[in-house]
């Protein structure tokens, strides 16, 4: 597709257990974003990826949170054993570089530990 | 470090009212600065930006001018409709990531 596409759209897992999203960024895009927004809440960035330099892993919560790009492309969000104030909207978002192109925003993985 | 401050909501006003969204920003150098709007259950939409001082954007009758000396970047709409019931998010981008401020709820009641 055209847009930025994020897999899967809800899941509800289990406390302890790991989970994985998926971003299919726009293709050619070589930055790439996450971000989570927890209910009523704002945007806490998690990491940012830009084209094969070392990621700002810098927003990243805890060690249980961990994200790859592979080929520049496709980007996973790990999060081991998930704990209950994990549950948010996991974005994801791309651009053709930082620092004045527009970002474009995937739809969200609803993410709810119980 | 880079941050965006905007006026916390929820506003509620009334159809054909003027909206006013205060963003203020504080980053080394002169960031990008963007509006993005997030409608009721959908994802978040680029709305306006602007990528320089005295640069105004706009985009669904929506304007933001970016005042450097105020480090502002303030949303408004001279008269609003239902349909612009959303979460406002103003967002700078400087170096590595796009921050975000905390998100404003506008209503807009017939």
């Known amino acids: 597709g055209a847009g930025v596409s994020q897999s899967p759209s809800n899941k509800v897992t289990e406390k302890g257990k790991d989970v994985e999203l998926r971003c299919d960024p726009i293709?050619?895009?070589?930055?790439l974003y996450w971000y989570r927004q927890s209910l009523g809440q704002g945007l806490e960035f998690l990491i940012y990826?830009?084209?094969?330099?070392?990621?700002?892993k810098s927003g990243l919560p805890s060690d249980r949170f961990s994200a790859e790009r592979t080929g520049g492309s496709v980007s996973t969000l790990t999060i081991q054993r998930t704990q209950q104030e994990d549950s948010a909207v996991y974005l994801c978002?791309?651009?053709?570089?930082?620092?004045?192109?527009?970002?474009?925003f995937g739809e969200g993985s609803w993410l709810t530990v119980v | 470090g880079n941050s965006v401050t905007q006026m916390e909501g929820p506003v509620t006003l009334s159809e054909e009212a003027f909206l006013t969204i205060n963003c203020t920003y504080t980053?080394?150098?002169?960031?990008?600065l963007f509006w993005y709007v997030q409608y009721p259950g959908e994802g978040l939409q680029l709305l306006l930006k602007?990528?320089?001082?005295?640069d105004k954007g706009s985009n669904k009758g929506f304007e933001a001018t970016y005042r450097k000396e105020t480090t502002s970047f303030h949303l408004e709409k001279g008269s609003v409709q239902v349909s612009d019931s959303a979460v406002y998010f103003c967002?700078?981008?400087?170096?590595?990531?796009?921050?975000f401020g905390g998100g404003t709820r506008v209503l807009v009641k017939p």
């Open positions: 978002a791309s651009s053709f570089r930082d620092r004045g192109n527009t970002i474009y």
């Open positions: 293709s050619g895009h070589t930055a």
């Open positions: 990826f830009q084209g094969n330099s070392a990621p700002d």
């Open positions: 980053a080394t150098g002169y960031p990008s």
């Open positions: 602007a990528t320089k001082a005295d």
């Open positions: 967002a700078g981008a400087a170096g590595n990531k796009l921050t």
